[in-house]
Nanobody
């Protein structure tokens, strides 16, 4: 079992920056990819969290188009930590942000945590 704790959210004005952190504990040796997801407020029931950025053990990254050029994902394997540097924030980035990790077969390794709230004011 892997346990994840997100932090770093807050209230920021449009154009501002935040840095999110997610620390993994437990069976971290199983982790392959680490990723950030977000869930915007007032989503219809059953709407999935949106995958916005991912990074594999070797450092290769993926970004959804809406955050490319503004967000940067990184990880420190020695600290079992993944980061999300968010710049040029927009009101539409307002959401609860969650991290998760998957193993070699793509299966998510952790239950969803509490997330960290990011609110961007216009």
């Amino acid at each position: 079992q892997v346990h994840l704790v997100e932090s770093g959210g807050g209230l920021v004005q449009a154009g501002g920056s935040l840095r999110l952190s997610c620390i993994a504990s437990g069976s971290t040796f199983k982790i392959n990819n680490m990723a950030w997801y977000r869930q915007a407020p007032r989503q219809p029931p059953g709407k999935q969290r949106e995958l916005i950025a991912a990074i594999n053990f070797g450092g290769s990254t993926y970004y959804v188009d809406s955050v490319k050029g503004r967000f940067t994902i990184s990880r420190d394997n020695a600290k079992n930590t993944v980061y999300l540097e968010m710049n040029s924030l927009k009101p539409e980035d307002t959401a609860a942000y969650y991290c998760n990790a998957d193993g070699a077969d793509g299966t998510l390794l952790a239950s969803w945590g509490r997330g960290t709230q990011v609110t961007v004011s216009s």
